[in-house]
């Protein structure tokens, strides 16, 4: 794993654990992490993390329709 540095103002109140999750939430909604690797991310199993997805705005579901309608037509 990487490490990321992030400097925050000093008045700033941070919440680690918070940020981490939804870091990897909206890394998850756009992409650029997979399921295990956001939950990983965010320090916590795959269905911890898919459960606080409704807190971040985020769907688990995130194939584009267009997806989800090939995949489905293979059936």
Same mark, same amino acid.
């Given at each position: 794993?990487?490490?990321?540095?992030l400097?925050v103002? @000093? !008045?700033?109140e =941070?919440?680690?654990? %918070?940020?981490?999750k939804?870091?990897?939430?909206k *890394?998850?909604e756009? @992409?650029?992490? &997979? *399921? %295990?690797q956001?939950?990983?991310?965010? @320090? *916590?199993s795959k269905g911890?993390f &898919?459960?606080? =997805?409704?807190d971040? !705005?985020?769907? *688990?579901i995130n194939?584009?329709?267009?997806?989800?309608l090939r !995949?489905? &037509?293979? =059936?």
């Amino acid at each position: 794993m990487k490490c990321l540095a992030l400097l925050v103002p @000093g !008045d700033f109140e =941070f919440d680690e654990l %918070g940020t981490k999750k939804f870091l990897a939430a909206k *890394l998850y909604e756009t @992409g650029r992490l &997979s *399921l %295990g690797q956001a939950a990983e991310l965010a @320090g *916590l199993s795959k269905g911890a993390f &898919s459960e606080i =997805f409704a807190d971040y !705005d985020v769907s *688990l579901i995130n194939n584009p329709p267009s997806e989800i309608l090939r !995949d489905a &037509s293979q =059936f």
